[in-house]
């Protein structure tokens, strides 16, 4: 609905819908270029509005983890962490048994992990 709603509820709506479709995992520049992908720019304006509507993206990132596809849904459960480390627990605790594969990239590197995996290692550090 164009022009309805506030400009920042629109721009979280695309960002949310950006993760949902995420089929890679990187939280910052990637190849030789440094070039942020746009689903990085996603996470990270996500990111940004927890810190002024704390209550609406919580209640978001609930729909990208039911929604979302494994790098989705690894955004989410990450982004949790910021507000609702409890939730986040939970969430990654779901996850770790999921044998879905997402890419990765870490700078130049590239690689495939399961969603399952990645919670494990996610969870040993919380």
């Known amino acids: ?3 309805i709603g506030k400009k920042w509820e629109r721009e979280l709506d695309a960002a ?4 949902i479709a995420a089929d890679t995992l ?3 520049g990637v190849g030789l270029a440094g070039a942020t992908l746009p ?4 996470y990270h304006s996500v990111e940004a509005a927890l810190d002024d509507h704390p209550e609406e993206v919580r209640r978001q990132l609930d729909r990208v983890l039911a929604d979302g596809t494994p790098a989705g ?3 989410a459960a990450t982004l949790l962490e910021r507000v609702d480390p409890t939730a986040a627990r939970a969430a990654w605790t779901a996850l770790r048994d999921d044998p879905s594969e997402f890419t990765t990239f870490v700078g130049c590197v590239l690689g495939r ?6 919670a494990s290692q996610r969870l040993a550090t919380l």
């Open 1 to 3: 609905m164009f022009g």
């Open 16 to 19: 949310l819908d950006e993760l």
């Open 26 to 28: 990187a939280f910052g």
């Open 39 to 42: 689903v990085t720019e996603a």
């Open 73 to 75: 849904r690894a955004y």
């Open 113 to 118: 992990e399961t969603l399952g995996n990645y």
